[in-house]
């Protein structure tokens, strides 16, 4: 745990073996740590990432992986993004394009158009993201963490990730560990690439274009300029592209949970007072129950009746609804719709991203440069249209009994055909002729939905750098960054008080039959009433800094070396601004997830921080590093935080490491600040645990009836600083100069966790969280409040191996690597008081991370003259898949149900060719045998990815791509 001044407070793995085909390693990557350190002492000094100290990097005691720009390039990888899927030490969560699409939770909703880090499962939050080693601004709408879309790829020189705990280092946020985005620092010459990544069924192709230029010679000129423009474009690629984006898969325990069906659901709304005046009355009894039979259907869709010609007759995406999966008996005829298809799988996306450096050689001992990283960001969310659904409320923002579908003249000939259809299976007696319809109806006219997002981003940097006589370097900068995001309304969506007044005339029909069209008329009503082109909200995040750092020699050695130091100083402003609905006019907007309550203007904080960092070689075979940092946080508090670790090398061809320290995280503006925000729950699975303590609804047992309160979400400005505690101890084997082997063990426990109250959590410990569950005078529940807490913690371990088999093949040279992580434990807890929970590896996580068990990349490269040819195969283990309702509440178990999300396994392959003068062509199919995602029975209320696993796979399928780099001079 932390030292404190004062409390912070708020202001297939053997056939992959035999097969011989990786991701870090030598193959991808190299260790910064190989198992002798005797020739270390031969090599140039630099700063790894980890440590400020400039020394071998054959001599750090700490993981540190360097991946090699042009062996990105090699495989395929362009962008940030996908580097992180194929990296095995990054988490399998929610922080990809793909995982934000569609319906979000609250707090998902600032993820427009995001890319995060989230290394050994930490989150996003809780991974560092560097620039050429300095902080950037975190993306503009949520201010928790970086967006990798911003980070300018095509001119990289290296990333370099460490896989450990910073605290100690960087400070905040450096808990899963940190991955530092290295750029060129100077070059001379004109070079031009092109990438194309083309997939084989259509859809989420992706097109890159890049320029590169610099002039001068630091030693001649004594200056050197340069720059990059990069332009990337992804395309759309829509659920309906890819049969497995299927949610009609009932009998595997998957169905769709929406009867807002594109040919209108009936609906009873009660049993008295304005539910009763409705065509459908209290709903009506079935004449195949037979006599006596109380259960009444209260949503029918009459192409499901018997004799009718089935829902399937509604369009291509309809479908009958599975009442027994979702345990409602009263919508035994009721249809459902795809809607997971009609949303986004891969958001379009396109970017242009520069990078500007100037530098001057002052000395033979100093200089001096400029950098200016820059980026602006469209991504474009688009998923189905609104689901329009009567309700008796009289609220301006509910589509009340004023809007349900009326008999007139304008809607006569429809109102009968429902009327008649009802009546002959039903009878006549029970229904209410001339009472307005009530019904659940996917309105297609309005066109899908769609929020637009643009994000600026840029960095200035003006830095100094040098030596300071013949032992001690140095590194001033001064820095300012900006990441400014702004979401506005596309198409699907319209003013509430316009669209009440459509859909009460009769003039927009929702029993409309494929061929069939909506009237001119009501299609200009619709395009009157657009509420396209209004700001959602928008934000930014501002982050400047100065920094410097001393590093050198104390002057004195011990038996193993000279002792190196280094110390700095790091001071910063944090400060955020958002507008969750900055609108003059404000007219309700059906469903558009403004953040009205969050309007926080020009919040900021001030750290001032001291570092310390002293590497002592106590013999030539063991040697420590002791680092510290103290953290000033203004209006929070202090914070000490220590990182001891060792390398010790008892034989020639083996050494061991390790590493203890403490991390923190400080709570982000939102969490502290966020207004209180409401969010109808829509599920029919949820029940009240004071009277049913599964929390699962199961009408067949009494008190667990269905609920559906609203949830709340905000902030709350009395929470704590997360704190950390990381352990690592590993082993590396160089026995032979063409075999290497590490292996790492690791363990972050994290406390006081900051989250949104999880409802599981406040499910399972209703004792202890009653208070959450807001009720109304009759003791029903109305409300849950999830607002963020600090509650419990979370304990996880693991196992990373790494091995690299090298020599002569065929009159080339070839290269074995298997790089694997293994997550043994994961734990949490709901209270700092409670145990820990289960092992939850291997198990169904719905938000955030995924903590599958094991995971590797395999990669065979084969190397002769100026041809290279490289094989890969990833590989990602199953898990205990998400149960559905029927099989939580046992009352339905699916014929064909799988407990199991089966393994993920692709191959990929690819070419480079370097024999024509001044050019590089690399060729690369990825998934080679088309492999889809595995099966997984979720739809994607609040989390993307029905039927499919977004967390873990690439949507696209088998693509071919060709990189063309082309060096002018």
Same mark, same amino acid.
């Given at each position: 745990?932390?030292?404190?001044?004062?409390?912070?407070?708020?202001?297939?793995?053997?056939?992959?073996? *035999?097969?011989?085909?990786? $991701? %870090?390693?030598?193959? !991808?990557?190299?260790?910064?740590?190989?198992?002798? =350190?005797? #020739? @270390?002492?031969?090599?140039?000094?630099?700063?790894?990432?980890?440590?400020?100290?400039?020394?071998?990097?054959?001599?750090?005691?700490?993981?540190?992986?360097?991946?090699?720009?042009?062996?990105?390039?090699?495989?395929?990888?362009?962008?940030?993004?996908?580097?992180?899927?194929?990296?095995?030490?990054?988490?399998?969560?929610?922080?990809?394009?793909?995982?934000?699409?569609?319906?979000?939770?609250?707090?998902?909703?600032?993820?427009?158009?995001?890319?995060?880090?989230?290394?050994?499962?930490?989150?996003a939050d809780a991974t560092l993201v560097l620039l050429n080693g300095r902080r950037v601004a975190t993306h503009g709408l949520k201010?928790?963490? *970086?967006?990798?879309?911003? $980070? %300018?790829?095509?001119? !990289?020189?290296?990333?370099?990730?460490?896989?450990? =705990?910073? #605290? @100690?280092?960087?400070?905040?946020?450096?808990?899963?560990?940190?991955?530092?985005?290295?750029?060129?620092?100077?070059?001379?010459?004109?070079?031009?690439?092109?990438?194309?990544?083309?997939?084989?069924?259509?859809?989420?192709?992706?097109?890159?274009?890049?320029?590169?230029?610099?002039?001068?010679?630091?030693?001649?000129?004594?200056?050197?300029?340069?720059?990059?423009?990069?332009?990337?474009?992804?395309?759309?690629?829509?659920?309906?592209?890819?049969?497995?984006?299927?949610?009609?898969?009932?009998?595997?325990?998957?169905?769709?949970?929406?009867?807002?069906?594109?040919?209108?659901?009936?609906f009873s709304l009660g049993t008295t007072g304005v539910g009763a005046t409705s065509l459908l009355r209290n709903g009506q009894l079935?004449?195949?129950?037979?006599?006596?039979?109380?259960?009444?259907?209260?949503?029918?869709?009459?192409?499901?009746?018997?004799?009718?010609?089935?829902?399937?007759?509604?369009?291509?995406?309809?479908?009958?609804?599975?009442?027994?999966?979702?345990?409602?008996?009263?919508?035994?005829?009721?249809?459902?719709?795809?809607?997971?298809?009609?949303?986004?799988?891969?958001?379009?996306?396109?970017?242009?991203?520069?990078?500007?450096?100037?530098?001057?050689?002052?000395?033979?001992?100093?200089?001096?440069?400029?950098?200016?990283?820059?980026?602006?960001?469209?991504?474009?969310?688009?998923?189905?249209?609104?689901?329009?659904?009567?309700?008796?409320?009289?609220?301006?923002?509910?589509?009340?009994?004023?809007?349900?579908?009326?008999?007139?003249?304008?809607?006569?000939?429809?109102?009968?055909?429902?009327?008649?259809?009802?009546?002959?299976?039903?009878?006549?007696?029970?229904?209410?002729?001339?009472?307005?319809?009530?019904?659940?109806?996917?309105?297609?006219?309005?066109?899908?939905?769609?929020?637009?997002?643009?994000?600026?981003?840029?960095?200035?940097?003006?830095?100094?750098?040098?030596?300071?006589?013949?032992?001690?370097?140095?590194?001033?900068?001064?820095?300012?960054?900006?990441?400014?995001?702004?979401?506005?309304?596309?198409?699907?969506?319209?003013?509430?008080?316009?669209?009440?007044?459509?859909?009460?005339?009769?003039?927009?029909?929702?029993?409309?039959?494929?061929?069939?069209?909506?009237?001119?008329?009501?299609?200009?009503?619709?395009?009157?009433?657009?509420?396209?082109?209004?700001?959602?909200?928008?934000?930014?995040?501002?982050?400047?800094?100065?920094?410097?750092?001393?590093?050198?020699?104390?002057?004195?050695?011990?038996?193993?070396?000279?002792?190196?130091?280094?110390?700095?100083?790091?001071?910063?402003?944090?400060?955020?601004?958002?507008?969750?609905?900055?609108?003059?006019?404000?007219?309700?907007?059906?469903?558009?997830?403004?953040?009205?309550?969050?309007?926080?203007?020009?919040?900021?904080?001030?750290?001032?921080?001291?570092?310390?960092?002293?590497?002592?070689?106590?013999?030539?075979?063991?040697?420590?590093?002791?680092?510290?940092?103290?953290?000033?946080?203004?209006?929070?508090?202090?914070?000490?935080?220590?990182?001891?670790?060792?390398?010790?090398?008892?034989?020639?061809?083996?050494?061991?490491?390790?590493?203890?320290?403490?991390?923190?995280?400080?709570?982000?503006?939102?969490?502290?600040?966020?207004?209180?925000?409401?969010?109808?729950?829509?599920?029919?699975?949820?029940?009240?645990?004071?009277?049913?303590?599964?929390?699962?609804?199961?009408?067949?047992?009494?008190?667990?009836?269905?609920?559906?309160?609203?949830?709340?979400?905000?902030?709350?400005?009395?929470?704590?600083?997360?704190?950390?505690?990381?352990?690592?101890?590993?082993?590396?084997?160089?026995?032979?100069?063409?075999?290497?082997?590490?292996?790492?063990?690791?363990?972050?426990?994290?406390?006081?966790?900051?989250?949104?109250?999880?409802?599981?959590?406040?499910?399972?410990?209703?004792?202890?969280?009653?208070?959450?569950?807001?009720?109304?005078?009759?003791?029903?529940?109305?409300?849950?409040?999830?607002?963020?807490?600090?509650?419990?913690?979370?304990?996880?371990?693991?196992?990373?191996?790494?091995?690299?088999?090298?020599?002569?093949?065929?009159?080339?040279?070839?290269?074995?690597?298997?790089?694997?992580?293994?997550?043994?434990?994961?734990?949490?807890?709901?209270?700092?008081?409670?145990?820990?929970?289960?092992?939850?590896?291997?198990?169904y996580v719905r938000y955030y991370n995924l903590p599958i068990k094991w995971k590797h990349t395999l990669t065979f490269t084969w190397?002769?003259?100026?041809?290279?040819?490289?094989?890969?195969?990833?590989?990602?283990?199953?898990?205990?898949?998400?149960?559905?309702?029927?099989?939580?509440?046992?009352?339905?178990?699916?014929?064909?149900?799988?407990?199991?999300?089966?393994?993920?396994?692709?191959?990929?392959?690819?070419?480079?060719?370097?024999?024509?003068?001044?050019?590089?062509?690399?060729?690369?199919?990825?998934?080679?045998?088309?492999?889809?995602?595995?099966?997984?029975?979720?739809?994607?209320?609040?989390?993307?990815?029905?039927?499919?696993?977004?967390?873990?796979?690439?949507?696209?399928?088998?693509?071919?791509?060709?990189?063309?780099?082309?060096?002018?001079?």
């Amino acid at each position: 745990m932390p030292a404190r001044t004062r409390p912070l407070k708020p202001s297939h793995l053997a056939a992959a073996i *035999v097969l011989g085909l990786a $991701i %870090p390693g030598t193959s !991808l990557a190299q260790d910064a740590t190989p198992a002798s =350190g005797s #020739s @270390a002492r031969t090599l140039d000094t630099v700063t790894v990432t980890g440590s400020r100290i400039k020394r071998t990097e054959v001599e750090a005691q700490l993981p540190v992986t360097v991946l090699q720009k042009e062996r990105i390039d090699e495989l395929g990888i362009s962008s940030a993004e996908q580097l992180l899927m194929f990296l095995n030490i990054a988490g399998n969560s929610s922080d990809n394009l793909a995982s934000n699409g569609g319906i979000v939770s609250e707090e998902q909703r600032g993820n427009n158009g995001v890319s995060g880090a989230n290394l050994r499962g930490q989150g996003a939050d809780a991974t560092l993201v560097l620039l050429n080693g300095r902080r950037v601004a975190t993306h503009g709408l949520k201010g928790r963490a *970086v967006d990798l879309n911003s $980070i %300018p790829f095509a001119a !990289l020189d290296r990333v370099e990730v460490l896989r450990d =705990g910073a #605290s @100690a280092v960087y400070g905040t946020d450096a808990i899963g560990g940190v991955i530092n985005f290295i750029t060129k620092t100077d070059y001379t010459g004109l070079e031009a690439s092109t990438f194309v990544d083309v997939t084989e069924d259509g859809g989420g192709n992706i097109f890159r274009a890049n320029l590169l230029g610099g002039w001068g010679d630091l030693d001649n000129d004594r200056w050197n300029v340069f720059g990059t423009v990069t332009y990337k474009k992804n395309e759309i690629l829509r659920g309906t592209d890819r049969d497995y984006s299927n949610t009609f898969q009932a009998d595997r325990g998957l169905s769709p949970d929406t009867r807002g069906t594109p040919f209108a659901t009936v609906f009873s709304l009660g049993t008295t007072g304005v539910g009763a005046t409705s065509l459908l009355r209290n709903g009506q009894l079935d004449p195949a129950d037979g006599p006596g039979s109380t259960l009444r259907q209260s949503a029918i869709n009459i192409l499901d009746l018997p004799g009718a010609a089935g829902c399937e007759s509604g369009g291509d995406m309809m479908g009958a609804y599975d009442h027994r999966l979702w345990s409602s008996a009263a919508s035994r005829y009721a249809c459902a719709w795809d809607y997971p298809a009609a949303a986004i799988i891969q958001q379009p996306q396109e970017s242009v991203d520069f990078i500007g450096r100037a530098t001057f050689k002052i000395s033979d001992n100093h200089q001096a440069y400029v950098e200016l990283v820059g980026s602006q960001v469209d991504v474009e969310k688009t998923f189905e249209p609104n689901q329009i659904s009567s309700s008796t409320s009289a609220a301006t923002t509910a589509l009340g009994p004023t809007t349900w579908y009326p008999l007139n003249a304008l809607t006569q000939d429809t109102y009968d055909m429902v009327y008649d259809a009802l009546a002959a299976y039903f009878g006549a007696g029970n229904l209410n002729y001339g009472a307005p319809i009530a019904y659940r109806w996917r309105c297609i006219a309005c066109g899908p939905r769609q929020i637009e997002t643009t994000t600026k981003s840029y960095r200035f940097l003006a830095a100094f750098e040098g030596s300071l006589g013949s032992k001690w370097d140095y590194n001033v900068g001064l820095s300012r960054a900006s990441s400014k995001s702004e979401s506005t309304l596309g198409s699907g969506y319209h003013y509430t008080d316009s669209l009440r007044t459509i859909l009460g005339s009769g003039l927009l029909n929702p029993f409309l039959l494929p061929g069939q069209e909506q009237s001119a008329a009501a299609m200009s009503a619709l395009d009157a009433a657009s509420a396209a082109g209004v700001m959602l909200y928008g934000g930014e995040s501002i982050l400047t800094t100065l920094d410097a750092t001393f590093s050198g020699s104390l002057g004195f050695s011990l038996p193993g070396g000279e002792v190196l130091a280094a110390t700095g100083i790091d001071l910063r402003r944090e400060e955020f601004k958002f507008d969750g609905d900055s609108r003059v006019d404000k007219r309700p907007i059906f469903n558009a997830p403004f953040d009205e309550s969050n309007i926080l203007n020009d919040v900021s904080r001030d750290i001032k921080a001291l570092y310390a960092e002293v590497y002592l070689p106590l013999l030539d075979n063991l040697d420590i590093t002791v680092a510290g940092r103290y953290d000033d946080y203004d209006g929070f508090g202090s914070t000490t935080n220590p990182k001891v670790s060792f390398k010790f090398a008892p034989f020639d061809g083996v050494a061991l490491r390790g590493a203890y320290s403490t991390g923190f995280k400080v709570p982000s503006f939102n969490q502290l600040f966020n207004g209180v925000t409401e969010t109808q729950y829509t599920g029919l699975d949820l029940a009240d645990p004071a009277t049913c303590p599964s929390g699962i609804a199961n009408p067949a047992v009494a008190g667990c009836e269905s609920i559906r309160p609203v949830e709340l979400f905000g902030g709350k400005e009395d929470l704590q600083p997360e704190e950390s505690t990381q352990k690592s101890f590993g082993v590396v084997l160089a026995p032979v100069d063409w075999l290497n082997v590490s292996v790492d063990w690791w363990e972050i426990e994290r406390e006081n966790t900051i989250r949104s109250a999880p409802r599981d959590i406040l499910i399972q410990y209703y004792d202890v969280f009653a208070a959450n569950w807001i009720r109304d005078a009759s003791g029903e529940v109305v409300a849950i409040d999830r607002r963020y807490i600090n509650s419990g913690g979370s304990l996880m371990r693991g196992i990373e191996i790494d091995g690299n088999v090298m020599g002569d093949l065929a009159g080339g040279t070839f290269r074995l690597n298997l790089n694997g992580s293994y997550i043994n434990t994961f734990k949490t807890k709901a209270l700092e008081t409670l145990p820990y929970t289960d092992n939850l590896v291997g198990d169904y996580v719905r938000y955030y991370n995924l903590p599958i068990k094991w995971k590797h990349t395999l990669t065979f490269t084969w190397q002769k003259g100026d041809w290279s040819h490289n094989v890969s195969q990833i590989y990602r283990d199953g898990y205990n898949d998400e149960l559905p309702v029927s099989v939580r509440n046992n009352s339905y178990i699916p014929e064909n149900w799988n407990p199991r999300v089966s393994n993920y396994t692709t191959y990929n392959y690819s070419l480079v060719y370097s024999g024509i003068e001044r050019m590089k062509l690399t060729f690369g199919i990825k998934n080679l045998f088309n492999e889809d995602p595995p099966f997984t029975a979720h739809q994607n209320d609040f989390a993307a990815g029905a039927a499919w696993e977004t967390r873990i796979a690439d949507p696209r399928g088998r693509a071919y791509s060709l990189l063309m780099e082309y060096k002018f001079r």
